[in-house]
């Protein structure tokens, strides 16, 4: 296995460079997210995204709807930006350091393997004084609940008075840009500090939110060190009076220490969150867990750190030769989902992450679409914990199939943080049914990667049958005795609430076939008789959902030979992109969107990623045909797009645009491709990157005949390889010119496909290679 994920920047004094490094050196772990800020700030003229969040912790606030039609959602929950304890002013011998007026050296660097970020500065005083100083940050893997920031700063020239001015700031407010659609319009304080309490070298803060009522404890710690040149540690201890309340909201640290020439000064602040979702007191609670933590080394929590990325990159360990670009941002992808990916109840993965505010943190189909396959790959723990929230919210979904007058089944909110609804223009929002195919394509998925009936059995088929149920409830027989599904939004945006979305009949087809082969085939299981009573499910409806799966229409065009994305879409005009100056991409931000609506234009891939899910859902040639239709009227406007075209190019031999379309998607954020990083990362891209690799030029499928692999080595890859899971095994591929192979590293014998032939590894350590096809 590779190491050294290791990227390292210098970071500039400019706007835009600070705020895009806040995204890339984000510390998340699934619970608590912190932008790369710097501890010091920035000047008040530079304004960046400072933000500290909590997974799956929100406010609820007002989205008056203009007119006020029947059941329109008229509030919705938004991620909060909670106390900021990341702020540490530094003075060295009296004066205050900032990077811009010490015009102090800064390299910062984000450690894969180790888990770590680490700015390094190196700066001179007036008297030419050198000083160096390191600040490791850490959001534990291990304890979700816990951040940490190590601060060392040693004097090079002289002995020195080292002050560390540490802030626990209850006070905060969400970022917003009305500008922008994608992020929050106001920016409001949506947490109240409603107590606060000290200890000699500690300080607790309890704030509310106004109206979801949630309270979040953080709990700080502090820990004061020297170092001698050795790197001997040695503890000054702290007492009370160096703690302080400020204001209301508030709180000071003031952390002297005197170095000799050569020494360090070492401050450590510990971070604990809690929050009243998970914990009946979680001001008890962070206590406690500060308490634990800072009962042990720093060292030692290092040390647990670096084993789990040790295991997690061990499972999903890959490298592109070739292209070090390319090679670093797969890595840079892969460690963000991990870092975003729940590991606690009640909460998903966000839009972005927990890197940013933008899309307010919620979770739309990009989690089950985008981001799970990666997951079912390499950590099915992790897969598993995400596919629980959507069992958590199964209630509320059924609710929202309520309110929108179904009498049956659920209905999963397009975009959420607890499961209720947060869209507001409903045309490109709850219309979006699609939502529950991705879901029940990920409860499939999980199931066919892992082999899991337990888990159908104890959630995922309900969750199957609800959404088999909503469907049902949905569509209706045509006069031709076929089931048809009107007034629906597909994936592409710029098309919306249309008859017989071929996407989403496909996956709703595919979500009832499989709702009713596992009651079929698991009916005699306790389990799933406890099931079908619970939901009052009998072999007549079962029979009615599978009826309508099999007569579900799939439009197809005679004249152009291929799948219309829905009833009127060739009806339209085709949209000149050609000559569309530039300037007005991204279109949303330049068009009316019932403009839009009505040409052939398209946001994203749609039937192109029905065709890529769903291979049995056309022949070879008509999805040929519409992959070359829709390639020329798609702006890829969304970022989950190029990576889908990518996979459906490999699929059918198109190798060359298979390339073209992969292109720039992986290297999005680390290299700011779309100039937007700086908001959050994009985690859906991320998560169709590394599809568009494995599922796309490996040709990894797994379906119900199987595993089977069918590689090529794109032009511009020396080669490739990776690491994934598969019902318990460990595999590896390995591309290279001309050959390619598949190697058992873990686990018992695995039968799989190449090419259509059958081959068996039967033991760890064997392996199989093939000649390659290009
Ligand atoms: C895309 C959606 C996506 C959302 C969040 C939109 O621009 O069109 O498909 O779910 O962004 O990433």
């Known amino acids: 296995m590779r190491s050294n994920r290791i990227i390292t920047k210098k970071q500039s004094f400019d706007k835009a460079e600070l705020r895009l490094n806040e995204t890339l050196f984000c510390n998340a772990n699934g619970y608590i997210g912190v932008r790369g800020t710097l501890e010091e700030g920035v000047p008040d003229f530079i304004s960046t995204m400072r933000g500290m969040y909590l997974g799956g912790v929100y406010e609820i606030i007002p989205m008056k709807q203009a007119e006020s039609l029947c059941n329109l959602i008229e509030k919705k929950q938004t991620m909060l930006n909670v106390a900021d304890t990341q702020t540490i002013y530094l003075c060295v011998n009296g004066e205050k350091f900032d990077i811009q007026s010490t015009q102090a050296d800064c390299d910062r660097i984000l450690n894969m393997d180790e888990g770590y970020t680490l700015r390094t500065l190196a700066w001179k005083d007036k008297d030419s004084n050198r000083y160096e100083a390191s600040i490791k940050r850490v959001a534990h893997f291990e304890h979700p609940n816990l951040f940490t920031i190590e601060y060392r700063v040693r004097s090079l020239d002289r002995d020195a008075e080292i002050l560390f001015d540490s802030r626990h700031i209850a006070d905060v407010k969400n970022y917003s840009d009305p500008d922008d659609p994608r992020l929050a319009d106001e920016s409001e304080a949506y947490l109240e500090a409603v107590m606060s309490e000290m200890t000699e070298n500690s300080s607790i803060m309890l704030a509310k939110t106004k109206v979801s009522g949630i309270s979040i404890a953080s709990a700080v710690g502090h820990k004061l060190f020297t170092a001698d040149e050795k790197g001997n540690l040695k503890e000054i201890e702290i007492n009370g009076d160096q703690i302080d309340r400020i204001k209301n909201g508030e709180i000071r640290g003031t952390f002297r220490v005197h170095i000799e020439k050569g020494q360090e000064a070492v401050y450590v602040k510990y971070t604990v969150f809690a929050d009243s979702i998970r914990e009946s007191d979680p001001k008890n609670k962070s206590r406690e867990i500060l308490c634990e933590v800072m009962g042990k080394e720093l060292s030692e929590l290092y040390k647990v750190q670096k084993d789990v990325l040790t295991a997690f990159w061990q499972r999903a360990d890959m490298e592109i030769q070739g ?452």
């Open 323 to 774: 292209d070090d670009e390319l090679d670093l941002a797969m890595c840079f992808n892969m460690y963000q989902l991990f870092q975003s990916s729940p590991r606690m109840d009640k909460v998903s993965i966000a839009a972005k992450g927990l890197s940013g505010e933008g899309y307010e943190g919620h979770y739309f189909w990009d989690t089950e679409m985008y981001a799970l396959p990666f997951f079912i790959l390499t950590d099915t723990e992790l897969a598993r914990r995400i596919l629980a929230f959507r069992y958590e919210t199964l209630d509320k979904a059924r609710e929202n199939a309520g309110l929108l007058g179904h009498k049956k089944g659920a209905l999963y909110p397009w975009r959420t943080i607890t499961g209720e609804e947060c869209s507001g223009y409903f045309p490109s929002g709850t219309a979006a049914y699609h939502i529950n195919g991705a879901i029940s394509n990920a409860v499939i998925s999980y199931y066919l990667a892992t082999g899991d009936t337990d888990y159908l059995l104890s959630e995922g088929e309900e969750i199957l049958l609800e959404i088999a149920r909503l469907w049902l409830d949905t569509g209706n027989y045509d006069r031709d005795g076929k089931f048809v599904i009107n007034e629906v939004t597909g994936p592409d945006e710029y098309t919306c609430m249309t008859d017989n979305n071929f996407y989403t009949n496909c996956c709703a087809a595919h979500g009832m076939k499989w709702a009713v082969k596992i009651f079929r085939e698991l009916g005699n299981r306790d389990e799933m008789k406890a099931l079908s009573e619970k939901l009052g499910i009998d072999d007549d409806e079962i029979e009615k959902i599978s009826e309508a799966a099999e007569k579900m229409y799939l439009p197809y065009d005679e004249k152009f030979g291929i799948s219309p994305q829905d009833d009127s879409f060739l009806q339209k005009p085709v949209w000149d992109l050609e000559n569309t100056p530039k300037e007005e991409f991204p279109l949303l931000l330049h068009y009316h969107p019932l403009h839009l609506y009505r040409y052939q234009v398209c946001k994203q891939a749609d039937t192109v990623l029905a065709h890529f899910l769903y291979p049995d859902s056309a022949d070879k040639e008509t999805m040929e045909k519409s992959f070359r239709y829709y390639e020329k009227i798609t702006t890829h406007d969304s970022s989950l797009s190029t990576c889908v075209f990518s996979m459906q190019a490999s699929r059918l031999g198109l190798y060359d645009e298979a390339e073209k379309y992969f292109g720039d998607s992986a290297k999005l954020d680390l290299y700011n491709r779309h100039g937007n990083s700086g908001d959050g990362v994009h985690t859906a891209n991320m998560g169709g990157a590394y599809m568009a690799i494995v599922y796309g030029f490996a040709g990894i499928r797994i379906n119900e005949d199987g595993l089977s692999v069918d590689p090529f080595l794109p032009k511009s890859f020396k080669g490739y390889s990776f690491n994934f899971c598969y019902r318990g095994r460990s595999l590896r591929v390995e591309v290279k010119s001309g050959e390619a192979s598949l190697k058992l590293l873990d686990g018992e014998k695995i039968d799989f496909c190449h090419n259509g032939d059958k081959y068996s590894l039967n033991s760890v350590g064997a392996v199989s290679t093939w000649k390659l096809k290009q």
